[in-house]
């Protein structure tokens, strides 16, 4: 009885450990358009880091988007210089020296990766889920994004003639960050 | 009576869901060429007969890195309703379903676009969906994976060649799965 007790005190602490607590953060609008309609109270992003597998877990969920839409959704780095890949994604431009933008009147040096595409229903509704690892251990200063459409950096869509930036989370401006640390 | 409520909870617990149905990927019905590894690449699906919900796992391995399939049902139907759960049915004429010839073979048929899987650097990719409620129905329905995000939706590539299909299940074209909604 006894070792059985010990038993489950242990597996509880292992997995404690390796699990950690999902956070979720709100969206705000921009950093490019701020005219795109969302319910900010209701949507959310929310993430979780697995330090044993070195996984990051996110699910992106919009609420009251423009129905039947598709919007890309990604990681955007604040960074100087950055690895070519982010787990099992490619990082825009290759990796290497972080390119240096202004929005919202805050000059950044940064990077990203896309890493999939939430679809509205009829409501505006629309979540995506993915797992992205083993990433490199560090600690990630990031803003996550969604585009106004998709294709940008990837096949399949519309190109790279419409990157711009409907939501940023955590924001509300540019280069409001999360830290995100991979053990 | 722990044991009672035990088994009340299994009863009602396996009454709501119904097992998952696992299927593979056929290669077309538009483009036979896209690479796949259709040995572990899938789509899973299931029933839940209490919420009247289809929830649907699409799975791509060893598709092209980097590359935006827009995953949807296809149904095979002479008529059909404006939606299908929360999603707004396509190619529909005064209800009625639009009739196509692939692999030989001629069908009518509407679709219902649900979701895009967007690949990793190694070609792999997944996309979930739950829909539903969705009306009481036999449908006839193959799942398929289009060669872009766009078709009938905004934001993507548009109604261009995006809305071929590369990969088709179970296929081939008009060979269908059939889903109830009790």
């Given amino acids: 009885m006894k070792r059985n007790f010990l038993l489950s005190a242990v597996l509880l602490f292992a997995t404690a450990h390796a699990f950690a607590g999902a956070t979720t953060q709100k969206w705000s609008a921009g950093w490019d358009n701020f005219g795109e309609p969302l319910n900010y109270k209701t949507s959310k992003v929310t993430w979780s880091v697995n330090s044993a597998k070195k996984t990051l877990s996110v699910t992106f969920k919009l609420a009251a988007a423009s129905p039947n839409k598709l919007y890309q959704v990604g990681i955007n780095f604040f960074c100087t210089t950055f690895p070519a890949t982010f787990g099992n994604y490619p990082v825009n431009g290759g990796g290497g020296a972080c390119n240096t933008i202004t929005r919202q009147g805050v000059t950044e040096g940064v990077t990203s990766v896309e890493i999939g595409a939430v679809t509205t229903d009829e409501h505006g509704n629309g979540s995506f889920a993915v797992v992205i690892g083993p990433i490199a251990a560090g600690s990630y200063v990031l803003e996550f994004q969604t585009r106004d459409s998709v294709g940008c950096n990837l096949i399949g869509g519309d190109g790279n003639s419409d990157c711009a930036d409907d939501f940023q989370s955590p924001g509300p401006t540019f280069g409001d960050t999360t830290t995100i640390t991979i053990p | ?182």
């Fill in chain 2, 1 to 182: 009576m722990k044991k009672l409520l035990m088994m009340a909870l299994l009863l009602s617990a396996s009454a709501g869901f119904a097992g998952t149905t696992t299927q593979k990927w056929t290669a077309g019905w538009d483009n036979f060429g896209e690479p796949l590894n259709y040995t572990t690449s899938k789509v899973a699906w299931s029933v839940n007969a209490s919420s009247k919900k289809l929830t649907v796992t699409y799975t791509l391995v060893s598709a092209i890195p980097g590359k935006l399939y827009q995953v949807d049902l296809a149904f095979f139907c002479s008529t059909f309703a404006n939606t299908f759960g929360q999603f707004p049915v396509q190619r529909l004429v005064n209800g009625d379903c639009q009739t196509i010839t692939r692999q030989n073979v001629t069908a009518a048929a509407a679709y219902v676009e649900v979701g895009v899987v967007t690949t990793d650097l190694n070609g792999n990719g997944v996309f979930a969906v739950t829909i539903g409620p969705i009306a009481a129905g036999t449908y006839n329905v193959e799942f398929r994976a289009l060669d872009g995000a766009g078709c009938n939706l905004t934001g993507g590539a548009g109604n261009g060649s995006d809305c071929d299909a590369d990969f088709q299940s179970p296929g081939p074209f008009g060979t269908t799965t059939t889903i109830v909604i009790p």
